[in-house]
């Protein structure tokens, strides 16, 4: 319990009442001097520390970006409380819909229940942990302060775009999935047709071919095999205000991950940065939610070691895996490993997160010079990386789809490069 700003103004008005009596010799000054300092007195004669039991709790605890929260507060009174303040410490990453009310009563034995709406802003894990209860006496001497510390937990999940389709790798792996292998085999996508062979299956004989050219012809197929996809996080650079490239980049991996999973894909992630974080490549619903947990916990950790892919597990980077990476492109680490990469033999594809949605553009004449030096940089290293063929989209305000579409163009009519 401390004492408030008022019981320290009454205090000094009752001495200076007193001391105004004494200068001038007169009782009416010392008369209101005394009547302040006997509400002091009754106030300390009066005043106990209230009795209160508060509860908290947060629900749901799975929402999506965008959704609501439902913080509610129990506060049960055994003692009368005149004047009640409670603060929530809130995080960042979720915003009130409305303020809590400033301040109320409670009688002895009332219960009041605070229901608060809260609105998810971004993805990530939301914790309420600090509730502050205020008290005052009648006359607003006395703050009694308590603090409930309390864990409620709740995880805000990317939001996801819906893809129709998203970029196809290069070459499939033995399992069956939904992606057309280059290969022949067993399947239903029709690639050509040949002279009938002994052991050639019966069902497979074109009749309509045959009874042209009078002898027996077959149907060649392609099979359909999953791929392994590699998503590739860079967690050096986030730049930004409210909205950063990292969380733009975690949106667009959810949305990625989710829609080769649901195509019997084999989905991995490595989050490379200044803490190396990965999953190995495997499909499946566990695996899609071992993904978002992981994307959940991805954060920008300041390093100045330098990193190669060396320091990735091999298992992680299976051969034959398309690996597409989210960057902005801002660390040399990162576009170092990119060549890495390159020069293994992965089928690598870039989907670059702009710096420039995030940043303020320069206004004195050196710095706007400065920044088109280094715009035109950046140009450069697009172009690099296009010459040993590796497709670069810049992902602005669009959907991601006219990101993918803008790579798979790249793939269909850039130069075939060898490494």
Known sequence: MTASERLAGYVALGGLGLLAALAVGRPEPAALGVAFLAAVLIALTLTRPPELEVTATLAPSQVVEGDEL????????????????????????????EDLPAAWRLKAGERRELVLHLVAKTWGVVAVRHVEVRSRDRLGFFVHRSELECDLLARVYPSEEQLLRALRPAETQVFSGNEVARALGDGIE????????????????????????????????????????????????????????????????????????????????????????????????????????????????????????????????????????????????????????????????????????FIFPPSRPAAVLAFRIWRLERDVLRHRLARVGVPVARWEDEPLAVALEELARFRRSGPAVRV
């Open 190 to 357: 029709f690639a050509d047709v040949r002279e009938f062979q002994p052991g050639d299956r019966i069902r497979r004989i074109n009749w309509r071919l045959s009874a042209r050219r009078r002898e027996l012809f077959v149907n060649q197929l392609h099979p359909e095999r999953n791929a392994d996809i590699v998503i590739f996080l860079d967690s050096f650079g986030d730049v930004g205000g409210n909205e950063r490239t990292l969380q733009v980049a975690v949106r667009a991996a959810t949305s990625l991950a989710r829609h080769y999973l649901a195509r019997r894909d084999r989905v991995g992630l490595v989050s490379f940065g200044g803490i190396l974080r990965w999953l190995v490549p495997a499909a499946g619903s566990i695996q899609q939610y071992q993904l978002v947990e992981a994307l959940l916990d991805t954060q920008s950790a300041l390093s100045y070691a330098w990193k190669g892919v060396d320091v990735i597990p091999p298992r992680t980077l299976p051969p034959r895996a398309l690996v597409i990476a989210l960057s902005p492109l801002l660390d040399q680490r990162t576009v170092a490993a990119m060549f890495d990469l390159r020069r293994r033999g992965f089928d690598l594809a870039i989907i670059e997160i702009p710096a420039e949605r």
């Open 70 to 97: 439902r913080l509610e507060l129990v506060v049960e009174a055994r003692s009368e409380v005149p004047w009640l303040e409670v603060e929530v410490a809130l995080p960042q990453a979720v915003q009130p819909r």
